[in-house]
């Protein structure tokens, strides 16, 4: 992969995407060997935003590769909260560390903050438009559970504000993979996603009831209605608590069917879900170490090929 900032899932050939799952492929095999790869380098995690799985995932993940982190806290205990640009912010961080983690409110601002550095920024969320970390980790369990290629998938939730969506659809279009959309008429795909689908000659159908393609899926991706985005609360109450499922929806599903989530869930999936063969999304979670520590990995690596003038 040569990437220096990772911000959009759109920058992901299928060679950048199979580089970075075999890599995590590989220390899931021996996490041992990786230990000091690492050493002597340092993380900045900067998350203006809540982050329970991403932010302690990073964090693991540059330890176990013998590193470390620096956490800029939460948004009221730092300068943020005294009126400091995001830009002055990344700057600061910058000298601190050899690469960052940006997860922001707004869309577009991992892409702003690279104009402000130079070691490698990976975006871990910028409001509603991507999330290319987390569908890397989709991508290793999609792999892992039902392969890549010659399979339907549907994604279903909030289409419309859910980033993971919008990093994975585009993801998704360099593999050989059916997309369903399925969401309430109001929580359909943004048109700029939509058209880079349709550009990329996906095969995409879109639908407002799960019933009718769930019995084709190898892979049903739900997602959480995005409350914090929504402009105003009424529209979210109109579609909150639509799109759950439970085990009597899967019975109509493929015995082979893996149901995955990006987390955190609210309502979407019910508890007894958990107990059946289709549930894989704790274990989608816990593989964000493991590919978390590969990209890491893979651009550090790049970084310090840049500086030493290496072989490109
Ligand atoms: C997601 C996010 O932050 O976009 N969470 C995560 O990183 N696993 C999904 C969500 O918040 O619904």
Redo the contacts with the bound molecule.
Sequence with gaps: MRQDHLISATQLSRADIEAVLDRAAEIDADPGAWEGRRRGEILGLCFF?P?T??RMSFDTAMKRLGGQTIDMGSVESSSVKKGETLADTMRVVEGYADALVL?HPLEGSAKMATEFVDVPLVN??DGAGQ?PT?TLLDLYTMRENAGLDDVTVGIMG?LKY???VHSLASALTNFDIRQHFVSPESLQLPRSVRYDLHESGAQVREHTELGEVLPDLDVLYV??I?RERFPDENEYLKVAGEYQIDTDDLEAAKDSLTVMH???RVDEIAPEVDETTHAKYFEQ?HN?VPVRMALLDMLLENAQTDTTGGDE
Excluded: V
């Design positions: 935003e982050s799985r991403t997860r871990a969320g999330h987390q909030d859910g980033r993971t997602t959480r995005q990006p987390l955190p979670a964000g």
